[in-house]
């Protein structure tokens, strides 16, 4: 059975400093995605990683996937408060989108 | 560009009692996925369409749930019985393709509670 495991699955950090979430997910693919969501909201599209080694970043978010080690990371810079949400990694195998158990970022003032 | 449309938002019924909920994806994109997100839990897959035929419903609990596409656009979700643990958040996604490097778009999803 396919699993995808973030940790830490709550994370209160001070606004400015820097973090990371890490995706770990248990099969081969070389797809994953970073969502975001808020409270009540549906789910915003952050980041589409579609190879071994692929970065991306938006502002102060910056995801990374490594493929042979079965891992993601979504590194926080600078953290500010408009970054509390829910983020969850989802990874695509066998034509379906795995989502991992989601860390709930609280960013305190 | 309009964005993936679900219908109600909001449902409260009884247990054994019947619900349904609607999704229009966005125009032209042909596959659509509903998932149930459970409070505090991430999105579960219950079935997965390309154009108006299923390509996985293995975690669909298919004695009391069931979906339909016709003609590969609008799609419902039913689910009948509702039981209490069937108190959860329904969302509809869709992508542009079932095997392109595409993302998915999601809904505001319909949000159930079963008393």
């Known amino acids: 059975e396919l699993k995808v495991e973030q940790n830490p699955l709550f994370l209160s950090m001070q606004e400015g400093k820097n973090y990371t979430i890490y995706c770990n997910y248990s099969?081969?693919?070389?797809?994953l995605y970073w969502y975001r969501q808020d409270p009540g909201k549906s789910l915003e599209s952050l980041f589409v990683?579609?190879?071994?080694?692929a970065v991306k970043q938006e502002g102060r978010l910056m995801a990374s996937l490594d493929t042979k080690a079965r891992l993601s990371t979504l590194h926080i810079t600078a953290a500010v408060h408009d970054l509390s949400a829910t983020y969850f990694c989802?990874?695509?195998?066998?034509?379906?989108?795995?989502f991992g158990t989601g860390t709930r970022l609280t960013i305190i003032p | 560009e309009a964005g993936v449309a679900q219908s109600p938002r909001y449902k409260i019924i009884e247990k054994r009692q019947s619900v349904a909920f609607w999704c229009n994806p966005i125009?032209?994109?042909?596959?659509l996925y509903w998932y149930q997100q459970i409070l505090g839990q991430g999105p579960k897959l219950l079935i997965q369409?390309?154009?108006?035929?299923?390509?996985?419903d293995s975690q669909l609990p298919k004695d009391r749930f069931s979906a339909e596409r016709l003609k590969g656009v609008d799609s419902t979700l039913k689910i009948q019985p509702a039981k209490l643990e069937d108190s959860a958040v329904y969302l509809c996604?869709?992508?542009?393709?079932?095997?392109?490097?595409?993302?998915?778009?999601f809904g505001e999803g319909s949000r159930l509670t079963v008393l």
């Open positions: 996604a869709s992508a542009l393709e079932l095997a392109g490097p595409g993302e998915l778009f």
């Open positions: 099969t081969t693919s070389d797809r």
């Open positions: 989802a990874l695509y195998s066998d034509e379906k989108l795995t």
């Open positions: 990683l579609l190879s071994n080694g």
């Open positions: 125009s032209g994109h042909a596959t």
């Open positions: 369409f390309q154009n108006n035929g299923v390509v996985d």
